[in-house]
C-alpha cells in the first residue's frame, strides 16, 4: 500500500490528531449527555485509522519488504520459508492472498520438502498471490503448533504492507497434513481469512464450531479411508449442516466427498477455488461463536481477553449484537473487552452489555487514537481496527 493518505484532507487529518479522547467508555445513566467537544466523529476515526496505518506500515517497511525478498521469516527460533506465485491482474481494491499447505508430517525432511514443492504448483486462481508456506517443523502436527498462528499474522501483514494485498481477501487451503492444519487453524484464527478449504486431511481434536463467519470446504476422496479420513469428513460436514440449521446466518459451507477416489483427487478439489473467491471476509460480524482451543488466543473478531486470563480449552463464548445491544453468553471473563467500530454498531448512541440474558450495564462509546493505535501495533490489519472498546466488569 502507498503511504499517501488518500480522500483525506488535511484539515480533517489535524483535527482529527487534536481530538483525542479518553479511551474508557463512559457509564451512562438517564438521559443522553451532550456530546464533548473532545469526541473523535466517525470521520475523524477513520482518517486516522488511515493515517496510523501508514504511519506505523512506513516504519517497518524496510523489516517486511527484506523479509517478502528472502521469502523467510523468522520468529522465536522457527523458520517459515515460501514459494510464491501471482495470477492475473490486480483489482483496484488489491490483490487477494492464498495461502497453500502442504502435506507430509512426520517424515524425512527430504518428502516434507517435496511435498512443499507440489503444492505450489496445484492450484491457480483466477486472481491473486498463492504462497505455499514450508512448515518449519517436520513433526506429525506441523501445521497445528502454536508458532504457525503467529508466523502466519506476521505473513499476512507483511503481504498488506509489501504487496498491497486486500486484508478482506486472504484465504487458506491445504492438502492431506496441510488439510489437517486447515481443520485446525480455521476455528483458532478465523479472522485471518475470507474462506477455508480442507482436503484429504483429518481435524484430530479440532471443533468446528468457532468458525461461523468463514466459509469452510470440505473435500475428500470416497475411498479415502485411511486414519477414517472420509468417515470423519462426512461426519464434520454433517456438523456443518447442523450448525447451519440452527444458526442459518452463520455457517456456509461447501461438502465434496467424491466417490471411488482414493487420497489424491486428480485435481477435483480445485473446484473449492472459484466457490472461495466469491466471499470477503466479515470482520464485523454481527454474531461470534468463540470456542478456545487448546492453543489459546487473546483476540477474535472484536472481542479481546484481559492480559492476565487464560481461557480453558473447551470455554465458549457467544456475542451478538442486536441493535445497540451486546448480548454475551456462556464464560465471560471478568475484565473482557468489547472492540467497536462504526461498521459494527452506532458509535454515537449508547451501548447496552446483556450478560447471560441479564442486564449489565450501559456505555457511551468514546472512539480513541489510542486504542486505534495500540490495535494496529498488535495486527497491522486496518480493516479489522477497532476505534473505541468496553471493559465488561463487574463494578
Given at each position: ?43 475523524q476515526?477513520a ?17 517486511r ?9 523468522e ?22 492472498l ?18 512443499w ?10 486472481e ?34 509489501v504487496?498491497?494485498?486486500?486484508p ?26 475470507a474462506?477455508?478449504?480442507?482436503m ?70 480445485a ?11 466479515n ?13 489459546p488466543h ?16 473447551g470455554q465458549?463464548?457467544?456475542?451478538t ?6 448480548h454475551?453468553?456462556?464464560?465471560v ?10 461498521e ?7 451501548v ?9 450495564s ?6 480513541c ?12 490489519d ?14
Amino acid at each position: 500500500m502507498k503511504s499517501n493518505p488518500t480522500n483525506l484532507t488535511s484539515r480533517t487529518l489535524a483535527t482529527a490528531a487534536v481530538a483525542l479522547s479518553l479511551c474508557a467508555a463512559t457509564a451512562f445513566s438517564g438521559e443522553a449527555a451532550a456530546e464533548p467537544d473532545d469526541r473523535l466523529s466517525e470521520e475523524q476515526a477513520a482518517a486516522l485509522r488511515h493515517a496510523i496505518f501508514v504511519e506505523i506500515a512506513d516504519g517497518e517497511r524496510q523489516q517486511r519488504e527484506a523479509e517478502m525478498a528472502a521469502r523467510s521469516i523468522e520468529i522465536d527460533g522457527f523458520t517459515m520459508r515460501w514459494l510464491e506465485r501471482t495470477f492475473g491482474d490486480p483489482p483496484e481494491s488489491g490483490r487477494s492472498l492464498w495461502l497453500s499447505l502442504h502435506g507430509g508430517g512426520n517424515a524425512p525432511a527430504q518428502l516434507n520438502d517435496s511435498q512443499w514443492r507440489n503444492q505450489i504448483r496445484l492450484y491457480k486462481p483466477e486472481e491473486g498471490i498463492v504462497i505455499a508456506p514450508r512448515a518449519p517443523t517436520n513433526d506429525w502436527n506441523l501445521w497445528h503448533q502454536p508458532h504457525i498462528d503467529t508466523l502466519f499474522t506476521r505473513l499476512i501483514e507483511n503481504a498488506i504492507v509489501v504487496h498491497g494485498v486486500n486484508p478482506d481477501r486472504v484465504f487458506l487451503l491445504g492438502y492431506s497434513a496441510g488439510g489437517d492444519g486447515v481443520y485446525q487453524l480455521a476455528p483458532r484464527i478465523p479472522d485471518r481469512f475470507a474462506a477455508a478449504a480442507m482436503m484429504a486431511g483429518h481435524p484430530n481434536d479440532a471443533d468446528l464450531i468457532s468458525v461461523r463467519n468463514l466459509p469452510f470446504a470440505i473435500l475428500m476422496g470416497g475411498d479415502d479411508s485411511a486414519f477414517n479420513r472420509n468417515t470423519v469428513a462426512a461426519e464434520k460436514s454433517q456438523r456443518l449442516k447442523t450448525l447451519q440449521q440452527e444458526d442459518p446466518q452463520g455457517y456456509t459451507y461447501l461438502s465434496r466427498i467424491y466417490p471411488g477416489l482414493p487420497h489424491w483427487m486428480d485435481g477435483r478439489d480445485a473446484e473449492a477455488l472459484p466457490w472461495m473467491a466469491g466471499f470477503s471476509r466479515n470482520a464485523w460480524p454481527d454474531r461470534v461463536v468463540w470456542r478456545h482451543s487448546r492453543v489459546p488466543h487473546q483476540r477474535f473478531y472484536w472481542l479481546q481477553l484481559p492480559g492476565n486470563h487464560t481461557p480453558e480449552p473447551g470455554q465458549t463464548l457467544i456475542a451478538t449484537v442486536t441493535g445497540n445491544q451486546i448480548h454475551l453468553e456462556g464464560d465471560v471473563p471478568e475484565g473482557l473487552q468489547i472492540l467497536l467500530a462504526d461498521e459494527l454498531l452506532d458509535l454515537d448512541q449508547p451501548v447496552e452489555i446483556i450478560v447471560n440474558d441479564a442486564p449489565h450495564s450501559v456505555h457511551q462509546p468514546r472512539r480513541c487514537e489510542e486504542v486505534i493505535r495500540q490495535s494496529l501495533l498488535n495486527r497491522l490489519d486496518p480493516a479489522i481496527t477497532p476505534v473505541a472498546k468496553i471493559t465488561v466488569s463487574r463494578d
